[in-house]
């Protein structure tokens, strides 16, 4: 990950028994001379969760500002910093393993039908399985007992991985000057209210997002709409 990680980027680090997310802030080749940090004690990174860094060199600098002046985590600031929902959960899964699979296919053999095999043969036939969705699957509302019991005779195996984000990306109106434009808006009638818009996008390289279209040029949409029909601009949608 050293090749692609930047600053900016989330990552998944173990801290405790459980991962969470963490924030690179910072990249170093070595411990900075005369800290009181141990190499060998440092936690490893799991997984990076960004190759393009959703925080931006002027959000980790004031959100350093606002941690430091309101005495607040620098972690709890940047994770109020993104957008809802890109911040990543790390649930936890459990999945069969081979010495599993070995002790299901004995027990199936047997004619046993306890909830233990029946918990097998579902891990067996879907891999992993997040835990919350497994536990409610085997009748309970939180991990039974008998899981660890399990996991113990190692017959499964508990990880954890990142929940796939919820966000999407948003989509808005937009409208640009179509290449043959200005000769269509010279050869009719044009109000000074459409040639404002024309003026606009002009100025904009030609296209511009339909709300900031209408503030800019001071128009209504009946403008916009009546240079649509002419075919002097188009309409399309843009991330």
């Known amino acids: 990950m050293q090749t692609v990680a930047q600053i900016g980027s989330r990552v998944m680090v173990q801290l405790g028994r459980k991962p969470t997310t963490g924030y690179i802030v910072a990249l170093l080749p070595r411990l900075r001379q005369g800290t009181s940090l141990i190499e060998s004690e440092i936690k ?3 997984e990076l969760l960004d190759v393009d860094p959703p925080l931006t060199p002027e959000v980790l ?3 350093r500002w606002v941690s430091d002046y309101y005495a607040a985590p620098w972690g709890e600031v940047l994770r109020a910093a993104l957008p809802a929902g890109i911040n990543v959960a790390i649930e936890q899964t459990v999945s069969i393993t081979p010495q599993g699979r070995q002790e299901l296919i004995q027990l199936e053999k047997s004619g046993d039908t306890t909830v233990k095999t029946r918990a097998l043969r579902l891990l067996a036939d879907e891999g992993e399985v997040e835990i919350k969705a ?3 699957r085997m009748g309970s509302a939180k991990p039974p007992k008998w899981l660890r019991d399990l996991e113990q005779k190692g017959f499964l195996t508990r990880m954890y991985r990142a929940q796939s984000t919820p966000t999407r990306a948003k989509r808005r109106r937009a ?3 179509r290449p043959a ?3 269509s808006a010279a050869a009719a009638r044009t109000t000074a209210a459409q040639q404002r818009v024309l003026d606009a996008l002009r100025a904009n390289r030609n296209e511009m997002p339909t709300v900031g279209l ?7 949409e009946s403008a916009v709409r ?3 029909k002419r075919g002097v601009i188009e309409e399309f949608t843009e991330e």
């Open 44 to 46: 490893e990174v799991r």
């Open 61 to 63: 600098e004031i959100t």
């Open 134 to 136: 497994f536990s409610l």
């Open 175 to 177: 409208i640009r000057l």
């Open 181 to 183: 434009g200005t000769e």
């Open 214 to 220: 209408l503030k800019a040029a001071a128009v209504s």
């Open 226 to 228: 009546t240079l649509l």
